[in-house]
């Protein structure tokens, strides 16, 4: 049914949306919804949700609604989360303690095999059952395991030599933390950026721009 | 010389990684830039970063390039960044303790002035300097001290009562980590969300996309 070639970036980038939304409504015992119910709890039109949906082939019936657990699956699907890829985490600082415990990595489409620190004091610490490794041992671990994935939650002085180095031990792909634009320099890996630092300056724009001028920027 | 009612909003979303890339020139020590080279260091094109920065009056002079610490400084102002509003912390745990410890947040537009917890074992410890509060002196803690921002570090199930109430006591913005769109409530507030699951399913779908058809999806 689903047709992943013709789908356009803004519905990709809102998958993740609707998987959590519909895992909300599912989690709260809901089994169908209609498009206008669905889109009045996104903020989304409801014809937006119809050509979203249309995209992958189609879940809702004319007058029936959509099948809530059918189209969590199925989304969850076309964003790869049944595939648990291996992922492994640079720096065990606060931040990578925060994330390693906080997430739910499995739900999201990743098995978080491996952290590693050079900090001795880090170094063999336990992080939600995840004994910390040291970074000595990155190479045979990568050879073995083949993870596919690296989280940098290191400083950004240190994200391109570690970027460089993870790439020839085999990874694909990075959850980035740093402040380190990755993909400035590496053009054929994926790259997701959390950059907290840019996104609470733009709330600090938000406030201003809000009490001087009293309207939203949005 | 500046005019920032015309300015788009996918320009003021640029503008804090204009601020970060320029920060991290002055730090190396560079003075002047051109927009052929800053252009290439960002990933842009030099046309688009002359228009860019041509909305806020041009800081640019033809064959000189940009004054990195002029530029640097003219985009905090629009920012706000100097203005250092006031924002509180609301839950301590594993990654309210690092978000609190991991950002210069005096640098980013904010002084975080209190932190707060209702966990009893939380409640008294020092993070980064601050004592966590207990969240029964919320209430007089922002009559006397009247912060505008809350960062919202707590499980997704208590952020809406918790933003009912911050709301109530004259909070106009949220940095929310927790997975309930505040936006779709509270229409008048400013939100810079960062749904940290919603991220790494976008990744999930990158690498599955990547290594089912080899190309890459931006």
Not at 42 to 53: E, P, V, Y
Not at 77 to 100: E, T, Y
Not at 168 to 175: E, N, P, Q, V, Y
Not at 191 to 205: A, I, K, P
Request: some cysteine.
């Amino acid at each position: 049914m689903r047709n992943n070639n013709q789908v356009s970036v803004p519905v990709i980038k809102r998958l993740p949306r609707y998987h959590r939304y519909l895992e909300e409504l599912k989690n709260m015992g809901v089994v169908r919804i209609s498009s206008k119910e669905l889109s009045m709890r996104m903020g989304l039109t409801a014809s937006q949700i119809r050509q979203d949906l249309n995209c992958f082939g189609g879940f809702g019936q004319q007058g029936y609604g959509y099948n809530i657990e059918q189209l969590y699956n199925e989304i969850g699907a076309i964003l790869g989360i049944d595939k648990r890829s291996k992922a492994i985490m640079i720096g065990a600082g606060n931040l990578g303690h925060a994330i390693a415990t906080h997430l739910h990595f499995e739900n999201r489409g990743f098995d978080l095999i491996g952290i590693f620190d050079n900090n001795p004091n880090v170094v063999g610490t336990d992080i939600g059952g995840r004994i910390v490794m040291n970074s000595s041992e990155l190479d045979e671990f990568c050879k073995k395991e083949k993870p596919v994935v690296a989280i940098l939650c290191i400083p950004s002085e240190y994200a391109e030599e570690n970027a460089d180095k993870l790439i020839s031990l085999g990874i694909k792909g990075f959850w980035n933390f740093t402040q380190y634009d990755l993909i400035r320099k590496y053009k054929d890996i994926a790259v997701e950026n959390v950059h907290l630092g840019d996104s609470l300056m733009t709330l600090c724009y938000q406030i201003n721009t809000f009490s001087d001028n009293g309207e939203e920027i949005k």
